[in-house]
Structure formats: C-alpha cells, structure tokens
C-alpha cells in the first residue's frame, strides 16, 4: 500500500512510501538534503515497520526538535494506524 506524508520543520517537504507485508519499501523524500535522504531511503528499503519507527523516532536536526529520519518515523505510524 503506499502512502503519501507531508514533512512538517524540517527541509524536505513530502515523503512517498509503500509497506508491504509490514515492510518500507521504495521510500522517495522531495526536498531535503539529498544524499542524505537518499543514504536514508537505501538503509531502511526492506526494514520491518516497527524496527524503523523503533530506530528513526526522536533524531534530531542541528536544533531542530525533528528531522527527516524523525519525520519518516511519524510518517510510518500515521500510515500504521490508518491500515
């Protein structure tokens, strides 16, 4: 199933992504630091849902309270809850 988030406080704007079998999968940030969101997309392809939630959740960015990787673990449990 994929699943669109849109980013909030940091610089990457939107998240694509599908899970399948309750693994992330093809995950495509828009904006943002580029090879690091590309670093990012390439670590966690295939990854359980909840290991990635587990280990994304609570990065932050410089003094930023959030970051990309942050964001992404929000993004995977909205789309958790909603399937």
Request: hydrophobic letters at 35%; charged letters at 25%; a positive charge.
């Amino acid at each position: 199933m994929s699943f669109e988030y849109a980013t909030k406080g940091v610089c990457s704007r939107r998240i694509v992504f599908d899970i399948v079998d309750n693994k992330v999968h093809s995950v495509v940030f828009s904006g943002g630091c580029h090879g690091n969101t590309q670093g990012l997309c390439a670590l966690i392809e295939g990854m359980d849902v909840d290991e990635a939630i587990s280990r994304l959740t609570g990065i932050r960015c410089g003094m930023k309270p959030t970051s990309c990787p942050d964001q992404l673990a929000k993004a995977l449990s909205e789309a958790k809850a909603r399937a």
